[in-house]
């Protein structure tokens, strides 16, 4: 934590504007809004991390099922999918730059190109989601089946209830994973829209940094779910 | 004081890291390890989100420790959630 700085640098610091009279400093500012952003994540981490506990206990009670379901993912997809996110956690951490060095114009660009992709990614999702409702393989349904047999064991046949527990963890997790992401795309809208408006530069871009913290987030839980989901037992 | 600004090229690593990651982590799904396949998976996933913590979330950079202690101490109780959940699970010779 800071000490009280020189007088000097008070009263330069007291020229931004965007720095409020509780502050000493723009970096105490920046500090604390850091660690609120964070404290509001690890509550995001608690959440998600409920289902991944859930996923895990099903996964090693049901592992031969899980296999054969997570092999009926569309791998292809995923990896696009996956590409897509990193990309666009790259243009957020672009931005987040592009405001640290007063390049206003390109912040906007970076903004629109992180939406772009957040909407690719979300598009693909629905493709994959019209597959599986396609393929019957939305649990709950009546027509749910899943063809074929459990991994190297021929004799055994898939059991559609194990599967339907599967494709529920599938269904729960990508679907708050993506509801995250429309909330994100939503933020980062706004967030455009104000940078355009040139709110955002090197003396004051919080809410930029914070949005780029939620979204670096939701792509740390895909990173997690894109092998836990798809990647189960691949080979044979 | 001024915060820390990461170079185009450090990003652009960064990602590149990532990129490879994911391909590796394809790659690795085919092939079988045995009981090593989720183990690998997890440790690609895990180094990746490391990278995206440290370099695109800057905390490499920040000087709050309070910020890092609550990572740490998220880290930390997610595990115990996994951990003792799978205490139970695992040894339930009974069932």
Not at chain 1, 105 to 133: M, R, S, W
Not at chain 2, 45 to 72: G, S
Request: proline share 3%; aromatic share 14%; net charge neutral.
């Amino acid at each position: 934590m800071h000490t009280s700085p020189p007088a000097t640098v008070e009263a330069e610091a007291h020229e931004n504007p965007a720095l409020l009279h509780h502050f000493a400093t723009e970096e105490q500012q920046r500090n604390a809004a850091s660690l609120g952003m964070w404290v509001f994540l690890i509550t995001e981490i608690m959440f998600f991390g409920g289902m991944f506990c859930a996923y895990l206990v099903y996964r090693y009670s049901y592992f031969g099922d899980f296999a054969a379901a997570s092999s009926s993912l569309d791998l292809k997809w995923g990896t696009i999918n996956t590409i897509v996110l990193i990309g666009s956690s790259l243009t957020v951490a672009m931005a987040v730059r592009c405001a640290q060095v007063g390049k206003l114009k390109a912040i906007v660009g970076f903004l629109i190109a992180t939406i772009v992709l957040g909407v690719a990614f979300l598009g693909i999702k629905g493709i994959e989601y019209k597959q599986k409702f396609d393929e019957n393989h939305v649990p709950g349904l009546a027509g749910f089946h899943l063809e074929g047999h459990v991994p190297r064991h021929a004799d055994i046949p898939v059991n559609q209830q194990h599967a339907q527990i599967y494709f529920s963890l599938y269904f729960a997790m990508t679907g708050m994973h993506a509801l995250h992401m429309i909330i994100g795309v939503g933020l980062f809208a706004y967030l455009t829209w104000k940078a355009y408006k040139g709110r955002y530069g090197p003396g004051y871009y919080t809410p930029l940094e914070n949005g780029g913290l939620y979204w670096h987030f939701v792509d740390i839980v895909w990173i997690y779910l894109f092998p836990l989901l798809y990647l189960i037992d691949r080979h044979r | 004081m001024s915060e820390h600004i990461s170079s185009v090229k450090l990003y652009v690593g960064i990602w590149l890291a990532l990129m490879a990651g994911t391909m590796l982590t394809v790659l690795a799904a085919g092939v079988d390890m045995g009981p090593l396949n989720p183990v690998v998976a997890l440790a690609i996933a895990t180094t990746k989100a490391v990278l995206v913590v440290l370099f695109f979330m800057h905390v490499k950079y920040t000087h709050e420790k309070l910020t890092k202690m609550v990572i740490v101490t998220a880290i930390f109780f997610f595990l115990i959630l996994l951990g003792l959940t799978m205490a139970d699970y695992t040894s339930r010779l009974w069932t």
